[in-house]
């Protein structure tokens, strides 16, 4: 009889597969590539508008950064791990996988291996810079660290929405479609949406709204999480005064982690539902 | 070698399919189909395209769900049996479908041995039927520089890492030379005599004659014979009589 493998290490098996598929591509080299260049610039340009280096020139530079990887990782990852789930129904290798793994360990094991690799392409795109921040002598180069921590929970939050997307699409076209409707959506429209409904509101309830809208949607959840760890809820205004307090207890750190972990794993659970009916139409 | 022995049951039949049907709206792709099979057997599912030979294939392998009927393999509900496959349990039942396209960036033996670590199939097992499938010199070559007959063979070998109590195959000679084509039928000849139960589809009759005990012929979803390809020829070649058969429905 064979080992009684099943779903116990199947989804390590998955991620080791999916990992080797991932370094080889050269979708994960151009992702580090492009992280490079965006801090790298955003690093040099922040420096070069403040004449020297200041702790002005980092706040630059953080801010900067923060905004342009808020809109390119969920993209990056949205497209990567919906165009793995689709491409494993329109190759159909899928086929092959379903009576000897369960859909959830597929599922987990994908994510695993493309949240390792993205990871290390933050790493090398983000760390690169942090290494010149440091060695440039800049103050606080700590905040570089803490933001690729930050990128890496958008990154898990967004690639489970990309698998969720990638198994109930038809196709590539239709998942990476999606992907952008998506990432058009949570990141171009729902600041704005926020706004809209914020101006409409009575002005009892928007202290609450205002938070709430933010904690719902994961991107501007990290977002805020990253400027309060940076110390600048200033920014936000006297509404935000008593989260801008509570988000230096450990309980703002628990709230968000526990927000990620619930997004992840909705997404891959409705994910497993939507390979399941693929499975068995 | 990890060896395994065949599952014992004391079940005679391997498949039983009772009121089987598949519509997708108001489309019928199977009529209600009731049909047996023996262990051990092996059999041809015959028929034009549109037959409905892939989709009885892939309801048999459970990845498509029937509209109404039921499917038991070995003597038990298919889902426990699928369900008892996921856990490394047996009867195994495999499946090779047709036109599958792997990773670009991986090697042959990458992708068998992917298959084989997820069935908990040793190396040795790999390199064994990667040899008994003629892919061993060619196993550290990047599948997608693979033609369309040794990617079939590729499809076969992971269908039969762990050697199946029941052996599903889409179209399985699609794409092979005839050496190859003579040396699919001496492997699955070679499966049924250690205990396989085998069903395939085919369009190549020459070779379903060759190798098959049974034959289900379909038309439209129709089942128009099911039994003993002797009965059924009485004597003459498959293809005059499946002709025969198809012109009294359609006479083309």
């Known amino acids: 009889m064979p080992k009684r493998w099943g779903e116990r290490l199947a989804w390590w098996t998955i991620a080791k597969h999916e990992w080797k598929q991932a370094v080889r591509s050269s979708v994960l080299a151009w992702f580090t590539v492009l992280f490079l260049l965006l801090s790298v610039m955003t690093l040099y ?36 791990s919906a165009l793995s789930a689709a491409g494993e129904w329109e190759d159909r290798t899928a086929l092959l996988l379903w009576n000897v793994s369960g859909p959830l360990a597929v599922l987990f094991g994908k994510w695993a291996a493309l949240m390792l690799a993205m990871a290390v392409s933050i790493s090398i795109g983000f760390g690169f810079s942090g290494l010149a921040a440091g060695l440039q002598g800049l103050p606080n180069g700590w905040i570089l660290l803490l933001l690729m921590g930050n990128f890496l929970l958008l990154s898990m939050v967004y690639l489970s929405i990309g698998l969720l997307v990638g198994t109930w699409s038809r196709n590539r076209v239709a998942a990476v479609l999606s992907s952008l409707l998506i990432w058009f959506f949570s990141i171009i429209i729902y600041p704005f949406l926020g706004m809209t409904v914020l101006l409409m509101a009575p002005s009892f309830l928007k202290p609450a709204l205002s938070v709430g809208l933010n904690f719902i949607n994961p991107a501007d959840l990290l977002r805020l999480y990253s400027v309060f760890k940076m110390g600048g809820e200033a920014v936000f205004g ?6 801008g307090k509570w988000s230096q207890t450990i309980w703002m750190d628990v709230t968000v982690m526990g927000l990620v972990i619930a997004w992840v794993s909705c997404c891959l659970w409705l994910a497993a539902a939507g390979w399941q009916r693929k499975s068995r139409r | 070698m990890k060896k395994r022995e065949f599952t014992e049951t004391t079940v005679e039949e391997a498949v039983e399919i009772v009121n089987l049907a598949k519509r997708y709206g108001k489309q019928v792709v199977l009529q209600p189909l009731t049909w047996r099979l023996k262990r051990g057997k092996c059999v041809a599912f015959c028929g034009g395209n549109g037959a409905g030979k892939s989709t009885l294939i892939r309801m048999l392998a459970g990845l498509i769900r029937p509209t109404q009927g039921e499917i038991r393999l070995f003597g038990r509900p298919q889902a426990d049996i699928l369900k008892a496959n996921r856990r490394g349990q047996g009867p195994f039942v495999r499946l090779m479908p047709d036109q599958v396209t792997f990773s670009a960036s991986i090697t042959a033996r990458e992708a068998l041995r992917f298959y084989a670590r997820l069935q908990g199939v040793s190396s040795e097992r790999v ?22 007959g040794m990617t079939q ?23 092979l030379d005839p050496v190859w084509s003579e040396m699919l039928k001496a492997l699955l000849k070679r499966l049924q005599r250690q205990g396989t139960t085998i069903l395939f589809s085919s ?33 003459r070649t498959l293809e005059a009589v499946y002709r025969e058969k198809i012109r009294q429905i359609w006479p083309y």
Do not use: M, W
Not at chain 1, 238 to 243: D, V
Not at chain 2, 127 to 148: I, M, P, T, Y
Not at chain 2, 153 to 175: C, K, S
């Open chain 1, 45 to 80: 340009f922040g420096i070069q508008a403040y004449g020297g280096i200041s702790f002005q020139a980092l706040n630059k530079t953080t801010s900067s950064l923060l905004q342009l990887s808020f809109y390119f990782i969920p993209i990056a990852t949205l497209l990567l």
């Open chain 2, 127 to 148: 390199d064994e039927v990667l040899a008994e499938l003629g892919l061993d010199a060619v196993q550290n070559r990047r599948v997608s520089a693979f033609s369309k």
């Open chain 2, 153 to 175: 063979r590729l499809l076969l070998a992971q269908a039969i890492l762990i050697r199946p109590d029941l052996l599903l195959l889409d179209e399985p000679a699609n794409g």
């Open chain 1, 238 to 243: 006297s509404q935000y005064y008593s989260l």
């Open chain 2, 203 to 235: 369009h190549q009759l020459s070779d379903v004659q060759e190798i098959a005990d049974e034959v289900l012929l379909l038309y439209q979803g129709k089942l128009l014979y099911s039994g003993t390809l002797d009965a059924f020829c009485e004597g």
